[in-house]
């Protein structure tokens, strides 16, 4: 799998957008990219995913460049509850998920 | 349950005991898969099963993890002899299909934490 960049820790204000970054510029062209996440003390949770184009689900955004070398989560309105651990995967979703160290992030009130 | 069901939630162990985590995957769930998160790091894979067959086991740490998955719905990993490198949360996963791309989407449970004295 494509090993993945992502920042240790962020901050983002309650009410604001949380716009989380990924690099993945050795991404293959039938891997996808994955977004998990992971509140304290619960498993990871799915988040969204895509191969080329955007994608908006309930819960977040994620924008993929057009050179699918990098990625970026946004949660439009994070509350308190979005803290955690946001895990960025690239995958052919064929084989098991490797998760990385992910970025931390916390929302303040 | 809707859920991914783990149990037991806690399991305290003295070193070279056997100890034994059940997980009861989503019903109907093809795919299910084992990880061990060590405190602060992310899950690391640790086998894969599809159905009752276990297609890939290469994340297992040493021999004395064993998976099974004999009727291809409840799983139980196995630790033999447990060391105190192996204190962890133990967190299962299942997935609809046999590949998640369809989905994309891996269903985990809340983990089995283990420590070992």
């Known amino acids: 799998d494509a090993k993945t960049t992502q920042p240790p820790s962020m901050d983002c204000a309650e009410g604001r957008a949380a716009n989380l970054p990924c690099n993945h510029s050795?991404?293959?062209?039938?891997?996808?990219v994955y977004w998990y996440r992971q509140i304290h003390s619960q498993g990871p949770q799915y988040i969204i995913h895509?191969?080329?184009n955007n994608e908006t689900n309930e819960m977040a955004s994620l924008i993929i460049t057009e050179d699918r070398k990098s990625s970026t989560l946004i949660l439009p309105h994070a509350t308190l509850r979005d803290t955690a651990v946001y895990y960025c995967?690239?995958?052919?979703?064929?084989?098991?998920?490797?998760f990385g160290s992910g970025t931390r992030l916390q929302v303040q009130p | 349950g809707a859920g991914v069901s783990q149990s037991p939630r806690y399991k305290v162990a003295k070193r070279g005991q056997d100890v034994a985590l059940r997980c009861d995957p989503i019903?109907?769930?093809?795919?299910l898969f084992w990880y061990q998160q060590a405190l602060g790091q992310g899950p690391e894979f640790l086998t894969y099963f599809q159905n009752e067959a276990q297609l890939d086991k290469s994340g297992l740490p040493s021999d004395r993890f064993f998976a099974e998955r004999p009727e291809g719905s409840v799983s139980t990993l196995k630790i033999q002899r447990t060391q105190q490198e192996d204190s962890a949360v133990y967190l299962c996963?299942?997935?609809?299909?046999?590949?998640?791309?369809?989905?994309?989407?891996?269903?985990f449970g809340e983990g089995s934490r283990l420590t070992v004295l």
């Open positions: 995967i690239v995958n052919t979703g064929r084989r098991a998920l490797t």
């Open positions: 895509g191969l080329k």
């Open positions: 050795t991404i293959s062209g039938n891997e996808y």
């Open positions: 996963a299942s997935s609809l299909g046999g590949r998640i791309t369809n989905t994309g989407e891996l269903f």
């Open positions: 019903s109907g769930h093809v795919s």
